[in-house]
Nanobody
């Protein structure tokens, strides 16, 4: 079965950086687009970024554009989210998910999900 395992979350001060990783198994990783979402307490799950199967196309939410970068290494079955210039409002649990393509945005359109990794940004 498909398994996605996120890592790299933690506590960081505002203005700092973190790199999240999502290791995938049980699927032909290079044939899937991948996405990152986040969910803050009391809020709905929010789209962050997507990347197509070969990394040639990426999309970002306006709230993270210019600060976050999604990338992937198909040889390692891993997708990354580099987060720079972090703000307290970026605090959330971050999830990776599989996708049929990089154009979709609704959580319900994504396939398998990881368990999430907590990111906390202090002011």
């Amino acid at each position: 079965q498909v398994q996605l395992v996120e890592s790299g979350g933690g506590l960081v001060q505002a203005g700092g950086s973190l790199r999240l990783s999502c290791a995938a198994s049980g699927l032909t990783f290079s044939t899937y687009a991948m996405g990152w979402f986040r969910q803050a307490p009391g809020k709905e799950r929010e789209f962050v970024a997507t990347i197509n199967w070969n990394g040639g196309t990426t999309y970002y939410a306006n709230s993270v554009k210019g600060r976050f970068t999604i990338s992937r290494d198909n040889a390692k079955n891993t997708v990354y989210l580099q987060m720079n210039s972090l703000k307290p409002e970026d605090t959330a649990v971050y999830y990776c998910a599989t996708a049929k393509n990089s154009y979709i945005r609704r959580p319900s359109d994504f396939g398998s999900w990881g368990q999430g990794t907590q990111v906390t940004v202090s002011s």
